[in-house]
C-alpha cells in the first residue's frame, strides 16, 4: 500500500513527481504529498483526498530545485486526513514511508520524553524523528541508516532526504517493495516500476535489509550493515502505453477488454508443437520432481486465492494429488503440516502482497519447494520462489482484478496438465485434448465479451438492488465467491457468494423480494477422452436451489449454456454462454461478472478503479 516516489537529477521534479504519483494512486489514496529542496531548505506539500487535490494546490507552484520526493497514502495509522499525510518533516529531515513500524509506540514514549512534539498519528513520523536526531548529533544520512534501521521492527519502504545533505536521497527496503530507476544524469527511487517505467527501463530491484544512496551521478547499494554491494540493472519491457486507458472510460473496463490477449499471451511459449502438448517453458522443476510431490499447497489473498480455489479443482482432476487452498493470513499462522513432500504454490497479481510473501517464507522455512503465479516481473515474490510461472496480463492498473485472475487460471490449467502427465493421470492423448481446448479459449472469450451490452442492461435494471448472492457448483462455486467479491468492492453493494447446495444450510433465511441471485450452471462439453461431464449432474442440482429461492420470492440471473432452457421459466433474466468444456467454463463465466460489477459500479458512480478503502498491492499484514 502507499506509492512513493523520488527524484534526483537535473530537471524540474513537480512534473516528474505527480506524473509517478499518478501512476502510483493506485496502491493507495488517502492523501498526497511531495517535497522539493529549494535552495537547500524541504518545502513539503501535502492534501487531504486524492492527488487532484495536491495537483490544484502546486498549479500555481513553481519549483526551483531539482530533488524531491512524493507519496500517496492508504492509511494504517491514523486518519486519512493532512496532518498524517506524507512527506513528515522533522529538522532537517523530510521522508515518506510506505508499510508499519511496529514498535513505534516506545519509540514514541522516548521522543516525548526527549520533549520531542509529535504532531501526527503515524509511525512515520516518529521515524523522521529518529533520523533527524542522528543527523543532528553530526551522522550522515548514510551512517543514520546504520543507527536508526536496526532500531526498528515491521515492514518499510523509506525514502529520506537532509537538508544537511541536499544532493542525496536514501531509499530502504524491508519487506515493502522498493527499487531504483537508472536514468543518465538522473535517478530515481519508486515503490512500483510503473511510476518510473515511462522516463527508464533500467531498473534495479532492492532487497530486504538493503539501501540505496542516489545522487544525479550515481546509485550505491549497501546492505544493513553499511557494506557497499553490487547490484544488477535489469531492463523492464512492459511499455508505457500498456498501462494507459486506451479510450476506455476506466482501467477495468480495458482490462476486461484485454483478456483475450492476455491469455493468449500468457499461453504463448507454453506449448510444444510437436506434440501438440502444453509445456510451460518456465517450470523448472524436472519431471521426476513434479512427479515426486505428494500433495499441494496453496494459498493466496482476495481473487488471486479464488483462482487457487479452482486450480485445486484442475490439479484434483487432472493429476489426482491432493490438495489445500487457504488464505495467506491464515495459513502462516496456523502451523501448516507441511514438509518438502509438499509443493507450495503462491498466486498473486502484485508479487508483493504481504500475507502471501509471509505464507511463502513460512513453507520455504519448512522445507517445501515453492512455485509462484505472479503477473509483476521480479516481483518479491517471484524472486523468493524456486520457480516463477508468469501471467503475461501485462500491467492491471484497476484495484479490482479481472485480467490477472483468468490468466492465473490459465497457468494452473496449464500447470496441473503438467502435474497430471509427470504423475501419468494424464495420458498424452488426454493432454492433447486439454491443450487444443486451451488454444480455443481466447476465441471463447472473445464471443462472450460481445455479451457486453446485455450485461450492461442488466447491470442497469438491478443497480439499486441491495443485497446479491452468487452461486455456483463445482468449479463454479470460485466463480461465485469473485462475482460477489467484484462486486461489493467496486459497487459497495453487499453480496456473498456460496457453493448453490450450501444455501438451503442458512444462507436461505436472507432470501427475499429484495434480493437478487446471479446462478451459474453450466452443461459442459463432455471430453472425449477424459470420461463424462459430472457436471450435467450439477446443473440440474442448481435448478433446484434455484427453486427454492423462487419459492421464497428472490429473483434470479442466471448464466447457462447456451441450449439450455431449464432455467428460463424461473430467471428473470437468462445469459446465455458458449458451449465449452468443464475446465474453461470458470474462465468464461468469470467475465459476465466482471461485466455486471463494472457496470452497476458504473450506474452508482463509484470510483471504479479506486473503490474506498481499497488498495491494489497490500502490503501490510
Ligand atoms: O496482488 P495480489 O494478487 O496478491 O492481490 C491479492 C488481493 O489483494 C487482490 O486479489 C484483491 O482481492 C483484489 N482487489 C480483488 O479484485
Redesign the pocket.
Given at each position: 500500500m502507499c506509492g512513493i516516489i523520488g527524484y534526483v537529477g537535473s530537471q524540474n521534479p513537480k512534473d516528474i513527481l505527480l506524473d509517478g504519483l499518478k501512476r502510483l494512486e493506485y496502491r493507495g489514496y488517502d492523501s498526497a504529498g511531495v517535497a522539493v529542496f529549494e535552495n537547500g531548505k524541504s518545502q513539503v506539500y501535502r492534501c487531504e483526498g486524492r492527488l487532484e487535490n495536491l495537483e490544484r494546490r502546486l498549479k500555481e507552484v513553481q519549483f526551483a530545485g531539482h530533488i524531491g520526493i512524493g507519496h500517496t497514502r492508504w492509511a494504517t495509522h491514523g486518519a486519512p486526513n493532512e496532518t498524517n499525510a506524507h512527506p513528515h518533516k522533522i529538522g532537517a529531515i523530510t521522508l515518506v514511508h510506505n508499510g508499519i513500524i511496529e514498535n513505534y509506540i516506545d519509540h514514541k514514549e522516548k521522543l516525548l520524553k526527549m520533549g520531542r512534539s509529535i504532531a501526527s498519528d503515524t509511525d512515520s513520523e516518529i521515524v523522521a524523528h529518529l533520523f533527524d536526531i542522528e543527523v543532528t548529533r553530526g551522522l550522515t544520512l548514510l551512517q543514520a541508516m546504520n543507527t536508526v534501521l536496526p532500531t526498528l521492527r515491521g515492514s518499510y519502504a523509506f525514502v529520506v532526504m537532509s537538508e544537511k545533505e541536499p544532493e542525496l536521497l536514501i531509499g530502504v527496503r524491508n519487506g515493502a517493495p522498493l527499487l531504483l530507476g537508472v536514468g543518465e544524469g538522473e535517478n530515481y527511487v519508486a515503490s512500483d516500476a510503473q511510476a518510473v517505467l515511462h522516463r527508464t527501463r533500467q531498473i534495479v530491484y532492492l532487497e530486504d535489509h538493503q539501501f540505496a544512496a542516489l545522487t544525479r551521478e550515481k546509485i550505491s547499494v549497501f546492505n544493513d550493515r553499511g557494506e557497499p554491494l553490487n547490484h544488477t540493472v535489469k531492463r523492464i519491457d512492459w511499455s508505457p502505453e500498456q498501462a494507459e486507458k486506451l479510450g476506455y472510460r476506466h482501467y477495468m473496463l480495458k482490462e476486461i477488454h484485454e483478456q483475450a490477449n492476455a491469455i493468449t499471451n500468457t499461453i504463448d511459449g507454453n506449448i510444444d508443437h510437436k506434440r501438440g502438448v502444453i509445456a510451460c517453458s518456465e517450470l523448472a522443476f524436472t519431471r521426476d520432481v513434479l512427479a515426486s510431490f505428494k500433495r499441494i499447497a496453496i494459498t493466496?489473498?482476495?481473487?488471486?486465492?479464488h483462482a487457487g480455489l479452482i486450480g485445486k479443482s484442475y490439479f484434483e482432476r487432472f493429476a489426482r494429488i491432493p490438495v489445500e487452498v487457504d488464505y495467506a493470513s491464515e495459513f502462516r499462522y496456523r502451523n501448516p503440516v507441511i514438509d518438502s513432500s509438499t509443493l507450495l504454490i503462491t498466486?498473486?497479481?502484485?508479487?508483493?502482497?504481504a500475507d502471501?510473501l509471509a505464507a511463502l517464507r513460512e513453507a520455504k522455512g519448512l522445507g517445501s519447494k515453492t512455485l509462484s503465479i505472479c503477473?509483476v516481473r521480479d516481483s518479491t515474490l517471484a524472486r523468493e520462489s524456486d520457480v516463477v510461472l508468469y501471467t503475461n496480463a501485462g500491467p492491471e492498473i484497476g484495484?479490482?482484478?479481472?485480467k490477472?485472475?483468468t490468466t492465473q487460471l490459465v497457468v494452473l490449467y496449464m500447470l496441473s496438465v503438467e502435474v497430471g502427465l509427470a504423475r501419468k493421470t494424464l495420458t498424452e492423448a488426454e493432454a492433447k485434448e486439454l491443450t487444443s481446448d486451451l488454444v480455443r479459449l481466447p476465441m471463447l472469450v472473445e464471443s462472450v465479451l460481445q455479451k457486453e451490452d446485455e450485461l450492461e442492461k442488466i447491470a442497469i435494471e438491478y443497480q439499486a438492488d441491495p443485497s446479491f448472492f452468487f452461486i455456483g457448483r463445482g468449479c463454479l462455486y470460485p466463480v461465485a465467491l469473485e462475482g460477489a467479491?467484484?462486486l461489493k468492492?467496486i459497487s459497495y453493494i453487499h453480496a456473498e457468494g456460496y457453493a448453490a447446495g450450501e444455501l438451503k444450510h442458512g444462507p436461505i433465511a436472507l432470501i427475499d423480494r429484495s434480493t437478487v441471485t446471479i446462478a451459474l450452471a453450466s452443461v459442459d462439453t463432455p471430453y472425449s477422452h477424459l470420461g463424462t461431464a459430472y457436471t450435467t449432474v450439477l446443473h440440474e442440482k442448481v435448478v433446484s436451489n434455484i427453486q427454492e429461492v423462487r419459492a421464497r420470492g428472490g429473483r434470479v440471473i442466471s448464466l447457462v449454456t447456451e441450449g439450455n432452457s431449464h432455467f428460463d421459466p424461473i430467471s428473470q433474466h437468462v445469459v446465455r454462454m458458449p458451449r465449452a468444456t468443464w475446465a474453461m467454463s470458470p474462465i468464461l463465466y468469470t467475465i459476465p461478472l466482471q461485466l455486471f460489477a463494472y457496470y452497476v459500479a458504473l450506474q452508482r458512480g463509484t470510483d471504479v478503479d479506486k473503490p474506498r478503502n481499497?488498495a491494489?498491492?497490500?502490503t501490510v499484514e
Open positions: 493466496a489473498c482476495g481473487t488471486a486465492r498466486i498473486s497479481q502484485s508479487g508483493e502482497t502471501t503477473n484495484v479490482a482484478s479481472t490477472a485472475f467479491l467484484k468492492e481499497l491494489k498491492s497490500v
